[in-house]
């Protein structure tokens, strides 16, 4: 998640390695109980916007992660 989906811009501060980490519990139980591709953005989005206050346009971005997301699932 670190490297592909980056909302405020840390991914080059070691440092800030775990940035994300609170995050991935939901997002592996949405890919255990079936999430599609559509309903990853939506929780991506709602990440950006609720829990860190971004307002940006990312579609194509969130589209990108929720894909490679979805390639991950074989491994859950």
């Known amino acids: 998640m670190f490297e592909e989906w980056d909302p405020i811009g ?8 775990d940035e994300y980490d609170n995050y991935a519990p939901g997002i592996v139980r949405l890919l255990q109980d079936g999430a599609d591709q559509r309903r990853l953005v939506q929780h991506l989005r709602h990440l950006e916007k609720e829990a860190m206050g971004l307002n940006r346009d990312r579609e194509d971005e969130l589209q990108e992660v929720a894909r490679q997301l979805l390639e991950l699932k074989i491994y859950l």
């Open 10 to 17: 840390v991914n080059c501060l070691e440092r800030c390695r």
